[in-house]
T-cell receptor
Framework: RKEVEQDPGPFNVPEGATVAFNCTYS??????FFWYRQDCRKEPKLLMS???SGNEDGRFTAQLNRASQYISLLIRDSKLSDSATYLC?????????????FGSGTRLSIRP | GAVVSQHPSWVICKSGTSVKIECRSL??????MFWYRQFPKQSLMLMAT?????????EQGVEKDKFLINHASLTLSTLTVTSAHPEDSSFYIC?????????????FGDGTRLSIL
């Protein structure tokens, strides 16, 4: 079993739709969690950190469920520019020396 | 926000050439940087952890004599792919982390696309 698992998609949704991804992690001791987006042939860019209480940034909402060991990302009112691969990232610790684990990514395609 | 610069962006060279890639943290000091490799349609794979002033820590299966890492200062880490061959062609990305509130997310360089002919 992979340490971090994501549905690879692709998710193909119309502009304006709401879409949600889940990501599960296997190490219950994991400390910090992030969502990144990666455009084709580009480096990953931090989208948002995921906090225990859940957090929102504009159209994006991230949630953490430690009991079930998953994090989620909700995108409301999706835009064409949201088309990308979304990477779930789990850090086993909080310091920079801790190894981070990437999910394989979920591909999202927004159609006009 | 934190900026990580990577150079060069593209490299095309002949088999057998050694290629050096630089990773710089532009507005912060990074005692630890990370080097990743990503093949097409695959996820990022951590190659090694670069530690300022000490030897890098390599992931299992990554040849340390093939991928030389030097982290001579708090703002610069270099990855040298020695005697590169076509199978080394890939997207190489470095990252560094900085505290942002209670978390320490990774920030990535632009990546280096390496093509070995």
């Amino acid at each position: 079993r992979k340490e971090v698992e994501q549905d690879p998609g692709p998710f193909n949704v119309p502009e304006g739709a709401t879409v949600a991804f889940n990501c599960t992690y296997s190490n219950s001791a994991s400390q910090s969690f992030f969502w990144y987006r990666q455009d084709c042939r580009k480096e990953p860019k931090l989208l948002m950190s995921v906090y225990s209480s859940g957090n929102e940034d504009g159209r994006f909402t991230a949630q953490l469920n430690r009991a079930s060991q998953y994090i989620s990302l909700l995108i409301r009112d999706s835009k064409l520019s949201d088309s990308a691969t979304y990477l779930c990232v789990v850090n086993k610790g909080v310091s920079s020396a801790s190894k981070i684990i990437f999910g394989s990514g979920t591909r999202l395609s927004i159609r006009p | 926000g934190a900026v990580v610069s990577q150079h060069p962006s593209w490299v095309i060279c002949k088999s057998g050439t050694s290629v050096k890639i630089e990773c710089r943290s532009l507005d912060f000091q990074a005692t630890t940087m990370f080097w990743y490799r990503q093949f097409p349609k695959q996820s990022l794979m951590l190659m090694a952890t670069s530690n300022e002033g000490s030897k890098a820590t390599y992931e299992q299966g990554v040849e340390k004599d093939k991928f030389l890492i030097n982290h001579a200062s708090l703002t610069l880490s270099t990855l040298t792919v020695t005697s590169a061959h076509p199978e080394d062609s890939s997207f190489y990305i470095c990252s560094a982390s900085i505290w942002e509130g209670t978390n320490q997310p990774q920030h990535f360089g632009d990546g280096t696309r390496l093509s070995i002919l």
